[in-house]
């Protein structure tokens, strides 16, 4: 069975949602600060960083997690990875303490969500 990759997943999912609010991919790059190139590739399942996916749901009036949330993404349906190289994503979100710290920053404001991304970077390093 092939498994859709994340990047796959959250470029759909993305673009569905830039879709339902009839804005261009040129509207959605001018609104976010990325070139039209990058966003058609993110759109085409391009596996971008958190930093460029949230400027993305800024941009698009969502957050981050209602958008993995709503599509399940980064979970495998029916059984859980036996190997390394069919984990598709590195934010363990069936994990109970990983539910909870997107719940709390899922009501943060935009700007309170920058600091927390940055004290957890700074804290915990970045890869």
């Given at each position: 069975m092939k498994y859709e990759t994340f990047s796959k997943k959250l470029g759909r999912r993305l673009s569905t949602i830039?879709?339902?609010?009839?804005?261009t991919q040129a509207q959605l790059a001018r609104e976010s600060g990325l070139?039209?190139?990058y966003v058609s590739m993110i759109e085409s399942g391009t596996n971008?960083?958190?930093?460029?996916?949230m400027k993305v749901c800024?941009?698009?009036?969502?957050?981050?997690?209602?958008?993995?949330?709503?599509?399940?993404i980064g979970t495998l349906p029916g059984r859980k990875p036996t190997k390394l190289s069919e984990v598709q994503i590195d934010l363990p979100v069936d994990d109970p303490q990983m539910?909870?710290?997107?719940?709390?920053?899922?009501k943060l404001d935009t700007d309170d969500r920058r600091r927390a991304l940055r004290l957890l970077?700074?804290?915990?390093?970045?890869?």
């Open positions: 830039r879709q339902d609010r009839q804005m070139s039209l190139k971008p960083s958190i930093r460029t996916i800024d941009a698009l009036g969502t957050d981050i997690a209602e958008v993995m949330d709503r599509e399940g539910k909870k710290l997107l719940t709390f920053v899922r970077k700074t804290t915990f390093g970045s890869k």
